[in-house]
């Protein structure tokens, strides 16, 4: 099964495509992990990408499909693949479909939450350094503050989090990212979750999706 989790900032989608990891067994592509881990190195493009992540623009086009051109040809996604914030401007949904060839996107999960509600679950994220388990201080607290439950790392705030950037980031979901609703939409292949509810039954609802196709 080839899926894609659409949605805002902090709809909820990286959480969810953990979840649907575990239990479909297809890899949760992330390009936003892949571009955090990209920037741990210390060349001249690392620098660059750091500074585009931190202003909460975009990465050029180019760059990333042709970092998930690259992905999706490894063997772990032959059975299926969950896409998380790839395709994010309509540049990149159409290179997804080059990139697919015969293959095509089954489903598009889109996570839709209010912008109010959004900017609560960023500005409360939190993750661990270590293991990457997500949390959130209200909706998801670690049992001991800033300590992991899994394996004790310390958590952190991710820096495209802080409360200008999160503005700047839904700024440019609007303007990018959103007309892929509408592109979806007419494929036929959109379907809309309610991400305004608790982190199991937003995952009920997008287990009754994906089971129904
Ligand atoms: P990326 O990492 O993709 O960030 P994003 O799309 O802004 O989404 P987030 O990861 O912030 O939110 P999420 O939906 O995963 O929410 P989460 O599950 O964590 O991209 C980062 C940057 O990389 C971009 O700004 C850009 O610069 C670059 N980039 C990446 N992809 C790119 C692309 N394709 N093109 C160009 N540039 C690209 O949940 C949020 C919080 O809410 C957590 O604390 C969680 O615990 C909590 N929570 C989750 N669900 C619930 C619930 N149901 N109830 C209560 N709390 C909940
Ligand atoms: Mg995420």
Redesign the pocket.
Known sequence: MNLILF??????????AEKLKDKYQIPHI????M??KAVEDKSELARQLKD??ES????P?KL?IDVVNERLKKEDCIKGFIL??????LI?GQALENILGEKRIEVVLY?ELSEKETVK??S???GCSDCKA???VV??PPKKENVCDRCSGPLFQ?D??KEDTIIQ?LK??NGETAPLVDYYQKQGILEEIN?N???D??FNQLCKVIDDK
């Open positions: 949605g805002a900032p902090g709809s909820g989608k990286g959480t969810q992330s390009t936003g992990d571009f955090r585009i992540m909460g623009k975009l990465v086009d990333v998380d914030g790839f395709p994010r401007t990149q996570i679950r960023l409360g994220r939190r997500g949390y959130h909706f998801q991710r495209d989090d980031r440019v979901y991400g509810v608790s982190v039954e937003v």
